[in-house]
């Protein structure tokens, strides 16, 4: 039901845009009011909340680790799963942002049969999910990264090359990006393993699945615009420019000729914009900040103090609470350090 709900509210705002920029006539408003008041909450939001996360002290040193800590010198360390120093920390936050490493080193747990008719609990590798993640995020970035093209004039060759590279394989006409392919594979994925497996589905809210739907629509309208409707991409261009300058010149031209499924889909992107800050989709930013990735685990080099502790609060060591109770504590049979006779 929860993501039937996300599907509900994914098409209502198909239906609101559709009535919006169709019968209503209010192109206007939903070309230029509606996204660019959607990327002022945007990136409002999203410098709030990385301000926010960035004003809260860690209080200890909690990285996640995954391999041997430095030790003894002839131990060896595994420097990227477990690293003690600011350039091995910067490494391995390189691989968890760019091949999502914790993610590739996932493991699942399964039963197993041992010959008999006893399970054995056994963990095997889940690199499904990894590829998948991959393609998904890759596919976003590139398409993002193709759309520039329409707020930039004259288009830098990176960009060029980017949507040469992605449309290489010139199949269909006009040419089907292989990103779109892609991003439509990794997000059905992810929608898929949430609504089959049992487990997964068991914990999911409405707010896992309604990101995912989300942008599942917005590339199928974007699709639909290219390959079906095929939408005049020069009226389009003259839109967006007009949004990205108009704020400065205050000049806006009304958007004529261009389909309606146009508006359908800037009004999904918009409204994933101002959903984004607010949500999950915040590990964007978030990554950069978490403890449990961005510290050094150095915890055996340096004494680390909470910077919460109260002052007037002195510490109370084990050898002072041995003191205070050895006699109840030898009476009822607890190990100690020093026995009653030994303390005397």
Known sequence: MKAIYSLILVLALVVIATLGAGAAKMQTIFAYCVPGTAFVIFVVGFVCKIISWAKRPVPFRIPTTGGQQQSLD????NKWDNPSTGPQTAMRMLLEVLT????FRNTKVVLKHDG?????????SNKWLWLFAILFHYSFLIIVLRHMRLFLQPVPQVILGIEFVDGILQIYAPVLYQSD??????AGFLLARRLFDARLRYISLVNDYFPLILILAIALSGMYMRYIAKVDVMAIKDVVMVLSTGFFTRTYIV???IDVSFFVHV???STLLVYFPFSKLMHLGGIFLSPTRNLPNDTRMHHHENPWNNPAIKPHSYEAYEDEFRAPMFEAGLPLEKNPEEAA
């Open 74 to 77: 002839w131990i060896t360390q």
């Open 100 to 103: 999502f490493r914790s993610l």
């Open 116 to 124: 008999g008719k006893n399970p054995v609990v056994a963990y095997v």
């Open 181 to 186: 392919l892609l991003i439509l594979a990794g």
């Open 255 to 257: 958007p004529t000729g």
């Open 267 to 269: 009004f999904l992107v």
